[in-house]
């Protein structure tokens, strides 16, 4: 897994790392107004979210378990 956690405290339900996560990783959780991990085995770790989050909520991981070797 990559991406490791959203802080529900921090978010703020702006849905933005929802739009910026090209995997579908993040949904929104219409109930709570927050978002949420879905499908975390997706997460190809582009930290589009981590990035895009302006409160500072999600914690992507750099490292992948199992590591990925590069494909060169």
Same mark, same amino acid.
């Given at each position: 897994?990559?991406? *490791?956690?959203?802080? !529900?405290? *921090? $978010?703020?339900?702006?849905? #933005?790392c929802?739009? %910026?996560? /090209?995997?579908?990783?993040?949904?929104? =959780?219409?109930? !709570? !107004?927050? %978002?949420? #991990? *879905?499908?975390?085995?997706? $997460?190809?770790c582009?930290? !589009?979210?981590?990035? =895009? $989050?302006?409160?500072? %909520?999600?914690?992507? =991981?750099?490292?992948? =378990? /199992?590591?990925?070797? /590069? %494909?060169?």
């Amino acid at each position: 897994m990559v991406i *490791k956690r959203i802080d !529900n405290d *921090k $978010c703020n339900g702006c849905r #933005i790392c929802v739009d %910026a996560c /090209p995997m579908d990783v993040i949904r929104f =959780d219409e109930e !709570n !107004n927050k %978002a949420v #991990i *879905k499908y975390a085995t997706d $997460c190809i770790c582009c930290y !589009n979210c981590e990035e =895009d $989050c302006p409160t500072g %909520a999600i914690y992507v =991981d750099p490292l992948r =378990d /199992p590591q990925v070797p /590069p %494909a060169w």
